[in-house]
C-alpha cells in the first residue's frame, strides 16, 4: 500500500483587527534605546445567537509599533477610537525585578483609524 505524502503549507503569522482604542498609548524607551509605542485594542467578540441571554464579549488585545512612522500613527489615537491594525503575533519575554515575564502583543506592520471618538454627551 503506497501513502501520498502529504503537502506541506507554509506557515502564516498574520493578524488583521478592528477594534477601539481602550486608553491613550503608551511610548516607552527600553534600556536598548529603542523606542516603542503600545496600545490596547478593545475588539467584539461575534454575537451569541439570539435567546441564549449571554452578554456580548470582547477581547483586549495589546499592539505594538515599532517603526517611526508607525509610532507616530498610534500616538494620535484617542480612546473610544475605532482602528484598524495589520501585523503579527509575536511574544515578547523582559525580566521584572529578576523574575522572568512574557506577554503575547501583535507587532504592527500598518495601522489606520476609521472613526474618531463619540463626542462627550452635553450635560
Not at 35 to 60: F, K, M, S
Not at 85 to 107: C, H, I, M, N, T
Request: hydrophobic share 40%; net charge positive.
Amino acid at each position: 500500500m503506497t501513502v501520498a505524502p502529504v503537502p506541506v503549507l507554509d506557515h502564516c503569522n498574520e493578524v488583521h483587527l478592528v477594534g477601539r482604542v481602550s486608553a491613550d498609548p503608551v511610548s516607552v524607551t527600553l534600556p536598548s534605546g529603542d523606542t516603542v509605542v503600545t496600545v490596547r485594542l478593545v475588539v467584539d467578540r461575534a454575537r451569541p445567537p439570539a435567546g441564549r441571554g449571554q452578554r456580548r464579549q470582547v477581547d483586549t488585545v495589546a499592539c505594538a509599533a515599532w517603526g517611526s512612522a508607525l509610532r507616530r500613527t498610534v500616538q494620535r489615537w484617542s480612546p473610544g477610537e475605532v482602528v484598524e491594525v495589520e501585523g503579527a503575533l509575536r511574544r515578547r519575554f523582559w525580566r521584572a525585578e529578576g523574575v522572568p515575564q512574557s506577554r503575547y502583543e501583535v507587532e504592527l506592520t500598518g495601522a489606520r483609524r476609521l472613526a474618531r471618538a463619540p463626542a462627550p454627551a452635553d450635560r
